[in-house]
């Protein structure tokens, strides 16, 4: 019986990250959908090419892009950064440092 809830609850857990990851990529998309069509609007708009080193053009796509940042990393969190196994790999690397120059 334990062995089926545990393996319930691995489920679970699971479907939730697929979702978070579903819902992040969501927000990617319209984020990006959202801020081509405002740019392409400005440039259409007949203002020029001028609009482009405007600084309210870019407002939306710098702010939001900050909260992308922070959805990216509420999900995949600092594996989505410095890689799965960052930490592990660089206690190995630092002890094998250590370990050749004790022996040098």
């Known amino acids: 019986m334990d062995n089926n809830n ?3 609850q691995k489920y679970i ?3 939730k990250k697929v979702k978070a990851i579903k819902g992040f990529y ?3 998309l319209v984020y990006l959908g959202v801020n081509a069509f405002l740019i392409l609007a400005r440039l259409i708009s007949g ?3 001028g609009l482009l080193l405007d ?3 870019y407002g939306t796509l710098f702010f939001w892009g900050i909260g992308i940042a922070f959805h990216a990393f509420g999900v995949f969190g600092m594996d989505f ?3 799965k196994n960052w930490e592990e790999k660089k ?3 630092i002890m094998d440092k ?3 120059q004790y022996w040098e």
Do not use: C, P, Y
Request: aromatic share 4%.
């Open 6 to 8: 545990l393996e319930n």
């Open 13 to 15: 857990r699971a479907q």
């Open 26 to 28: 969501i927000h990617l």
């Open 47 to 49: 203002e020029g090419v």
């Open 55 to 57: 600084w309210s053009t």
């Open 81 to 83: 950064i410095l890689g």
């Open 91 to 93: 206690i190995k690397e």
């Open 98 to 100: 250590d370990k050749k």
